[in-house]
């Protein structure tokens, strides 16, 4: 069922080359679960199935490359709609310039190492021809339209983008980049994440478009092309590549902070039209960033503020994460995923209480804790439980164990939050006397959720073979936290906003540990957590007060420079930004869907 049919007319933009009666339907149908989603070693045995094309083929799919099947052109040359004759399946037909142009040998092993890259959020590569000096690549059609058109080229008939839609996108393309970035080895640079690029289907899922064509660049020395390129991706490439030192996948989550900033703001990256200060998107919101009570000015006028307050400012956090000058500064993209799918779940944001273990490295939990979810939960495990699991991850807290300093931050940062919890919970515990099997149950299920992602979140750098979550998986858990901590509860929420003041001096100190360099250490922070967890022990006092003193000199010696994001005030954004109307009761969201259906 398409829910916005305001945006299916844009089904037949190309009618003269479209031969078939329901171009869309298979095409819909394949929608693999993002657990099956393979690493290319898994797949580096089996044949890809990867055709090849003569340009007759190409030549009769696109009516010989007609002005009607043209459906853009973008820096590596023109795309064609097309028909392929032997199955009817649509296709995009990309016809790369012919300057820069490769030999067919290393073209064929460019194009082979790209079709083992699968993933529902990627296009996915049929083919390709490499007849005489013709360079051509075959992708499967995506009906609809790009992010960037939805964005910017809408019809006064179509109705604007709504906040969970924008977010879904968001948490998809984030799937598609995490993919690359994590779940194939090598790791895959994009270098080319724009809204033009992020394709959306009839229901808006998203796929991404032109990643891994970098080979398809001439040398330095072409101009023509190189500054066709610049300007197409000028707003969007990282700092780092502007100054010329090395791309990484930190530049891609630049440029994924780029668009989502888009999504939020309903602004171009670049927009030349606008006054001559607002006309770079990132350097508008900057300013803005440090001041969270000026985030509803933000949102796109589209949205008429139907949004809630805390889902704007995590989103906001998560994308001034993201657009962090100093690449090591900015989040991995697996944690921007993890925080998106709870935003892309409900207007409401993420919820009050996110196990710290959802995510790999703490600091996205902690941003997302001072902008309105007011405590991150700890790993921790009952008590009599914790040999047999203890024994699961003793293997990683050995190799790790010459990395006492922070493992003490992380049994201090699981004691305090936990004290905290303590605290928020304590008016409750008569109430929970009376549940003790339930809560059993409900702790045990936790325990089991939290072990898969602690799991996921242990591997080491991409490429990692061990135990990792898949994309699908941690949305499932995502799912089942939200509903495990009452996402969608309005009167726990109030409780733990009511007790953030509290929180947010606990994680003060929390905030100045993450601001070190933080990135080699992600994966074995999260593995101290938990053993910091399994460790804990009341009669530790003594220690504690030792560890705490360890602690300060290490946060004082601490070198890293506090991120605009973290350095206003101590205050709860949550109760500060009243300004903001919370006007999005999820009935409110329903009705608007099923308007559109
Ligand atoms: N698989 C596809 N299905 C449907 N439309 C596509 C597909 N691939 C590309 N397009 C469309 O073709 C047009 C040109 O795409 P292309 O990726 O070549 O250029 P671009 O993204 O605008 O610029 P650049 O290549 O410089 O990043 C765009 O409008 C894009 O939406």
Known sequence: MNCFPCFSSKRNRNPPCNNETNEHDDHNDFRPPVAATKRIEEIETEQTPLKTFNFRELAMATKNFRQECLIGEGGYGRVYKGTLQSTGQLVAVKQLDRHGLQGTKEFQTQVLSLAKL??????????????????????????????????????????????????????????GLDYLHDKVNPPVIYRDLKASNILLDDEFFPRLCDFGL????????????????????????????????????????????????ELITGRRAVDTTKPNDEQNLVAWAQPIFKDPTRYPDMADPLLKKRFSERGLNQAVAITSMCLQEEPTARPLISDVMVALSFLSMSTEGVPAAVPAASFRDKS????????????VVPFSLPRKEEDDDASSVSSESESESEDEDEGEDEEEESRSVKKQEEE???????????????????????????????????????????????????????????????????????????SCKSNEESLLSLRIDSEKNHDDDSSKNTSMRINSSLAHDDDDDEEEEENHETRLEHIHSSKSEVQSVYSDDDTCEGSGDSSLRRTEPEEEEDHDSSDQD
């Open 118 to 175: 699968e993933h529902p959020n990627l296009v996915k590569l049929i083919g390709y021809c490499a007849d005489g000096d013709q360079r051509l690549l075959v992708f499967e059609y995506v009906t609809g339209s790009s992010l960037q058109d939805h964005l910017y080229e809408q019809k006064q008939s179509q109705k604007p983008m709504d906040w969970i839609t924008r977010m879904k996108i968001a948490f998809g393309a984030a799937e």
């Open 214 to 261: 970098h080979f398809l660049s001439p040398g330095a020395g072409d101009s023509l092309f190189l500054s066709s390129r610049v300007m197409d991706t000028y707003g969007y490439s990282a700092p780092e590549y502007t100054r010329g030192d090395e791309v990484t996948i930190k530049s891609d989550v630049y440029s994924f902070g780029v668009v989502l900033l």
């Open 364 to 375: 996205m939990s902690i941003a997302l804790s001072r902008h309105g979810s007011c405590s």
């Open 424 to 498: 928020t919970n304590g008016n409750d515990s008569d109430d929970e006397s009376d549940s003790d099997s339930e809560k059993g149950q409900e702790e045990e299920e936790e325990r089991s959720q939290l072990e898969k992602a602690a799991s996921s979140s242990s591997s080491d750098s991409a490429g990692s073979e061990r135990g990792r979550m898949s994309t699908g998986e941690t949305n499932a858990t995502a799912q089942s936290l939200k509903i495990k901590y009452g996402y969608s509860s309005e009167e726990e929420d109030n409780e733990r906003l009511s």
